[in-house]
């Protein structure tokens, strides 16, 4: 399968690297398979389906990223969009890390029962 040029515009763009968390996304096979094209401003939001729009991230930040629209926060290049959504998407992780301690702490009180 020849490989897409939109993809390694944005592998080179972003130096294979998610640009949300930094994640390098041609290391290995999970990490390649972890790789994603995110809508800057998601179509849903009028974003456009264009590369300009488009930049590469992991699928845990596109995830946590869900519809946000970073044009919405006075970000006024790509630049500033981009570091707009990096703040939405560490909030968001921040509650799934405390989500995640919740668990492990209910895993260990049935074990300990
Ligand atoms: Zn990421």
Redesign the pocket.
Known sequence: MPIEKIWLDKYQEFGGC??????PLLVGVDSFMCGQLDHLVPTKRGGPDTPENKVL??F???NLKLDFDPSREAASNKEEMVAAARVF?FKRRAEKAKNLLEYQEELRNRVGR
Do not use: L
Request: with cysteine; proline share 0%; hydrophobic share 35%.
């Open positions: 998610c640009a949300y968390c930094g994640t991230a992991c845990v930040c596109n998407i």
